[in-house]
Every structure is written in structure tokens, then in C-alpha cells.
């Protein structure tokens, strides 16, 4: 974890409204190296702005802002569209929570991989394919051949996921940013994807952003979690440690969960308290 | 798996239980999809019997016929053979206003099952006028009282309330016409962890409030432990296994599958899924 992979300072998203801003993330700093990152939070507490403005992928009339996202000592910040262009998909990859809607449905998942090959390296024809291939064998899918000439309609949720994970990692990246990556799948093939994704960010030590909402399941996966609420950090630590939490919605939280081990009559509601929303984020770097 | 399923032959407890009063008793049922070639059995020879204020959960994978189950009992599927009895009687293919005031269903998305152009008030008052009910005023209100709604929320539409705000408004049209068994699709997946807790807390309130037997699908283990007495086991259309809730909480399920869905729902563990 010596290695600093990521380390963002100070960034903010607002979308500008007719009842005022919104501030969707508000001044939140952390750092990611070579390990698994989780960044868990509810509907609406700014995880997957977050996700998108590592990659400056806010739409207008968004706005971000940020003292600086060093990506391995250079500020994206800095960086013009067209630099951005090669980092995106390049060294840094995004896999989305749906495979339905991030693949092109009128192009062959292997042409689409392909794609993501060529873009990024020189490589030939050939040697896309021959890559695709391989790479489709790297997570798991039997028939690489088939699948490589399926269109995504004619593949399953945990194979559409499995493509959308071989298309993020073919060139390599050096940090990948998982949006929910399994929520729209079964537990069981969810698990299978996970595994998966976790050999292979090992294998190439690249670092991972994981980003969900199951506290239960980021807190087995990751190994370092970061908790949001309404667009700020309220606290961060140790995967293994986080029974140990102790801000009061971390903690509403691990209490609202049903559990299969410990019967509870009545599960714990959360109360919520506004001072929440101005305690001054977490500073999350190492 | 023919050991397996000798296996579940012998843990059929209702099979001695007959003489228990049922609520709701499947027997043998079976639902089609499509026509010809194209023709789907969605569910296999499912039987199951949920007793008079009980709750009886029924977990699955996608595909699995769990939800599909629910909709041929409340007659939303027509293709269906078998026989579905409440309280002894059997129910015919099409349903009457007399079984409507017996069973209710709450849907898995709130933004999805209300109205977007009614109100609160709209939505909730329809049942009630349409089975000639009296104190039309009087009964919403209470309704919204009973889901922890105020008197405030009458005349909102749909997209003023939060998502679990919307899922109390389905719960209290679904509890209009006093009904005796409630089916619930997958009632808080589309809800936060903190917001599902509420609701499942509200479920089990009505439930002893107005004495509900309820029947609940849904892939999520842990809110099957937390809600339901008895599970049923779903997969490829064909109950795999049923057991209490003590079996399950003590991880001695009898079926692989079912295993691999507990361990599953535990949290990652690389070890066991790594290899496979």
C-alpha cells in the first residue's frame, strides 16, 4: 500500500438546480494504492459521483472541482480532453453496474473488445482477437470462440458482466473503478463475478475502486472501506475492523441489516441527525 | 441429484400436518409461458402449504419461478394447472371481488406500481369504491396511520414521497380491503438498507396488528431469516427444498444449491469461490 496509486484532495460536485446547488460531493479527499478500495453509501450519497469524477465523466450542467487528482504523480486536473481520452480506458477503467446498457447492443461483444484493444495499443486484427479471446478465457467463459461472436442480447447477466470486466481489463489498466459491478446479478453468480475480478486486480496489482451499497459484502471484499453520507466521508477503515466502527450511521447501519446468524425481533431504524450533514469529511488519503 | 431429492421427500413436514388448518395450500401447480415450440414451464409441480398466520418465505435466483408463483396464486397468470386453495376451497382461473378481499399483493418496485398521475388519496380510496365500502374518509386515514404515514401525505402524488414512503403507500392499498394474506415480490430490494429496515419492521407490526398470513419472495436470505418461519427453495422452477428457520440459521441445509446460496449471502470468501 506504500505506492499511491490515486490520491484526490478536496473534490466537490455540484449540479446547479432552479431551488439552488446541490452539492452532490462535498470536499471529500482519499487516496487508493495497490489494494481494494470500497466506497459504501445510500442512494444518493454521492459514492458513484465520486467513481465518475475520477475519469472527469460529470455531465453539464454538473460541475466538479477539486484541489488536485493525482493519478501516479500527474494532475488529471491538468490534463486537456484529448489526454483525458488516453487515460480513460487506458489506465483507468470503469466497469458499470448493468451490462444491458454498457455494451452496444448492435455490435458483437468481440468486436467491441477488439475495439477496446485497438484504441488503446498498435495492435493488428489478429492480435485483437487472439487477445479478446484470451482475455475472455481469463474470466471464466468456456467458449470464448461463441461468445465472441454473440451479440450482448443473446448473453446472460453474469456473462454480460464477465465481457464488460474482460473489455475493462485488455489494455491493462492500472486502476480500475467497479460501480456496483455485481448489483444487477444473483448472489450466487455475483460471487463468481467478484472472484473473477479479484484474481485478476491481484494478479496484475493493479488497485480497485469498489463502489456498492452492500456494507455486508464490501466489508468481506475490500480491504480498506470508506463510508459517504450525503456527499461527505463520515469514516474510513480497516475492512477487518469495521465491527469496530463507531460514527453513529456507520453503525445505524451495520444495525438495519437483517443477519442470518443473530435473529433480531425488531430491526434497528436508523435515526438520522442533521449534524451529520456538517461534520467536516473524513480525510481518507494514507 | 436423486439423493438429494429422497432427501427432501423425507423433511416434507406439512405432508403429515394435514389436518393443521391452511390458510393458502398449492398443490401441483404448474405455469406456462408461450405457445407451441416456444412453450416454458416456468414452474414445476410446486406444492406448498403456508398455515393460518404464518409466513412463509420462498427464496430463489432470478428465473426461478419464486415471483411467478406468487402472481398465478393472485391470478395475474392465466396459463397455470394445479390446484391453489384458501381456507380448503379451491380458486377457479378467474377470480371474483370475494377473493380480492382475501388476498393482496405489495410489488417489488414503488416507482414503478403506483399510478404517477393519482394521488395518494386516489390510489387508495379506488379498492374502497369499487367493493362499496362506507366510511371511505375514515378508512384511509387510518390506513395512512397504520403504515406510519400521516394525515399530510393524502394528497401528495407518487413522485413527492421517497421510495420507502411509496412502498408504505402500496402496502396501505394493499391492506384497503382488510385482507387476510398478503403476497409480497420482493418488497424492499429496491430500497436502502436503513429503509428496508423500516419496512420490514412495518411488516411485522401489521402483520400482528390485523393478524395477516403472509407469503413472502425474495433473494435475500438474510430477510427471509429475519421475516419468515418456514422457506421454501427455489431453482429451475421446482422446489428444491423446504425447511424451517432454525434449519436454516444453523447452515444445515440438505442441497447443495441451497448451501451455496447461504454461503453466498454470507459475504465474499475467496476460497470458497474462488475455485469454482
Known sequence: MSDTLLSVED????????????????????????????????SGSGKSMTGRSILRLIRSPGQMEAKSIKFNGENLLDYSERQMRKIRGHQISMVMQDPKFSLNPVHTVGKQICEALRLHTKSSRREARQGALEMLEAVQIRNPERVFNSYPHELSGGMGQRVMIAMMLITDPKLLIADEPTSALDVTVQMKVLAIMDKL?????????????????????????IIMY???IVETC????????????????????????????????????DSWKQEVSVDARV | MPGSDSAVMERKPWVAEATKDARLEIKDLNVYFGEGPDRFQAVKNVSVKVQQGGSFGIVGESG?????????VCGLVESWDGEIDIDGAPVSHK??????????????????????????????????????FDDIDGRVLRALDDV??????????????????????????????????????????????????????????????????????????????????EIAVMQHGEVVEVMDVEAMRSSTPETAYTQELLKA???YDAEFFGDS
Open chain 2, 95 to 132: 377470480r371474483d371481488k370475494v377473493f380480492a378481499r382475501k388476498i393482496q399483493m405489495v410489488f417489488q418496485d414503488p416507482y414503478a406500481s403506483l399510478h404517477p398521475r393519482h394521488t395518494v388519496d386516489r390510489v387508495l380510496s379506488e379498492p374502497l369504491k369499487l367493493h362499496g
Open chain 2, 64 to 72: 426461478s419461478g419464486k415471483s411467478t408463483v406468487l402472481r398465478a
Open chain 2, 265 to 267: 449471502s454470507m459475504g
Open chain 1, 201 to 225: 486486480v491481484q494478479e496484475r496489482g493493479m488497485g480497485l475502486i469498489f463502489i456498492s451499497h452492500d456494507l455486508n459484502l464490501v466489508s468481506s471484499f475490500c480491504d480498506r472501506i
Open chain 1, 230 to 232: 450525503a456527499g461527505r
Open chain 1, 11 to 42: 473534490l466537490w460536485v455540484r449540479f446547479p438546480t432552479r431551488s439552488g446547488t446541490v452539492d452532490a460531493v462535498r470536499g471529500i479527499s482519499f487516496s487508493v494504492g495497490r489494494e481494494r478500495v470500497g466506497i459504501v453509501g445510500e
Open chain 2, 148 to 229: 406510519g404515514l400521516g394525515a399530510d401525505f393524502r394528497f401528495r402524488y407518487p413522485h413527492q414521497l421517497s421510495g420507502g414512503q411509496r412502498q408504505r403507500v402500496a402496502v396501505a392499498r394493499a391492506l384497503m380491503l382488510e385482507p387476510e394474506i398478503l403476497l409480497l415480490d420482493e418488497p424492499t430490494s429496491a430500497l436502502d438498507v436503513s429503509v428496508q429496515a423500516e419496512i420490514l419492521n412495518l411488516f411485522a407490526d401489521l402483520r400482528k396488528e390485523h393478524n395477516l398470513t403472509y407469503v413472502m419472495v425474495t433473494h435475500d436470505l438474510a430477510v427471509v431469516a429475519h421475516m419468515c418461519d
Open chain 1, 238 to 273: 480497516k475492512a477487518s475492523e469495521l465491527h469496530n466502527a463507531t460514527h453513529p450511521y456507520t453503525r445505524g447501519l451495520l444495525n438495519a441489516l437483517p443477519r442470518i446468524e443473530e435473529p433480531k425481533g425488531r430491526l434497528e431504524a436508523l435515526q438520522r441527525q
